[in-house]
Each structure stands twice: as C-alpha cells, then as structure tokens.
C-alpha cells in the first residue's frame, strides 16, 4: 500500500506569517499533487509535480508557492498566510496515467487555521 | 477548460435502496481517464473505481460504473445503500496530455437506517 505522510497535522498561524507544509512519499511515484478541501469546492489542485525539480500550477496557485526538492519531497509554502487560506490541505502521489500507479493515494492531511 | 461536474452536493437515503451519484464531465481530449474516490470521516481519500475504456462496466466493493463517452458521464451506482456506504463521494478527471487532475465538488452519502 502506497504511503504518503504530511506534516504538520495541524497548524494554527497568523495572518501575514509564513506557513510551510511538507509531504513526503515512500513509493517512488512520480507525481505529487497539493489540493485544498472546502465545503462546496470540494477537492481543488494548488501545485503539482512531475518529479524532483519541478513544480507546475494547478487550479488556485495564488499565495501558494511549491517546493519539489527531491522525488520523495513536496512542499507547499505560503509566504504570507491569510484566514481565507485556513483550510484541509491534501498531498497526493501517482504515477504517469495508463500505468499501474495511476491512482492518486491521498495522506492524512492538515488542518490549516489560519488568524 | 477540463472540468467536472456533481449536481448533487448532498443525498441522503435509507438503507437497502439503490445508490446513484451523478458525474459528468467536459474535456476536449479523447483519452479521458475517469475516477470516482471516496473519503470517509477522518480518514485520506482513496480510489473507489478507475476508467479509461468507453461503455465498459467497472466495479469495486458492491459499486460499479461506466464511462460514456458519448454523454460524458461517469455514475456511480449501487444496488443497496449500506449504512458504512455514508461518505463524501468526488468524481475526477484526468488525461495523459497533463496529467493533473480534475475533481468534482464532491457528492456527500448519508445512508440512515
């Protein structure tokens, strides 16, 4: 079973402060996927990767900048938080379409409450 | 623009009766790859059911669905609604040109006795 881990779980920050979420794969995948869960949005795509070095905008990258230092590692940052960003974050991982891994395999994710 | 559309957000039925939850979808590619995942109450989403092959029944743990490429619609159905059944339900979208994905608002399940 694919393992996907986040950290922190939960994360209280103030309004202007910079918020780092990290996520980290064991799986060897090469996509990795950062989405926000809203109420009435439901799941919606922040940034995304191909792999180690890049890094793509997805749906809503305003005020969010992402990290892919490594195939294992996806980060996503937010230089200068705001309460309209308190939210669920959600990291995935997948590999290419058609393939065997094409499924998305979800972590935990983190609640973000941001003052 | 990819997109995927859930009319309902939210649906609530008694235990024993037919689940349907609606998708339906809009790209201009023509190798779409549709999805359905489920995600319980404090736990990750996961992959209910997967397709790529037009007019094709696909099931998975008492749930099963079809892609239509003629209609452009992905539903999920099941025979009998459990209680365990309740969740919220998303329908995706994706396509090997970008190979990002494109999620419904979601469709919340309560099943109640």
């Known amino acids: 079973e694919a393992a996907v881990t986040q950290s922190p779980r939960n994360k209280v920050a103030v309004t202007g402060g910079k918020v780092t979420l990290s996520c980290n794969q064991t799986n060897n995948h090469n996509n990795m996927y950062w989405y926000r869960q809203d109420t009435g949005h439901g799941l919606r795509l922040i940034h995304y990767?191909?792999?180690?070095?890049?890094?793509e905008k997805g749906d809503i990258p305003d005020g969010y900048k992402a990290s892919r230092p490594s195939q294992e590692n996806f980060s996503l940052i937010l230089e200068l938080a705001t309460p309209s960003q308190t939210s669920v974050y959600f990291c995935a991982s997948g590999d290419r379409l058609g393939g065997s891994q094409d499924t998305q395999y979800f972590g935990p994710g983190t609640r973000l409450l941001v003052l | 623009g990819d997109s995927v559309t859930q009319k309902e957000g939210l649906v609530t039925l008694t235990e024993g009766l037919p689940v349907m939850l609606n998708c339906t979808y809009q790209t201009i590619y023509s190798n779409a790859f549709l999805f359905w995942y489920v995600h319980y109450l404090n736990e990750s989403p996961r992959l209910l059911l997967k397709s790529s092959t037009d007019n094709k029944r696909t099931e998975h743990q008492g749930f099963h669905a079809t892609l239509h490429k003629s209609s452009s619609s992905f539903h999920l159905q099941k025979s009998s609604a459990q209680l365990s059944d309740s969740a919220l339900y998303y329908c995706a979208l994706a396509n090997t040109g970008y190979q990002n994905f494109y999620f419904g608002k979601g469709t919340s399940l309560t099943v109640i006795p």
């Open positions: 990767s191909y792999g180690a070095g890049s890094t």
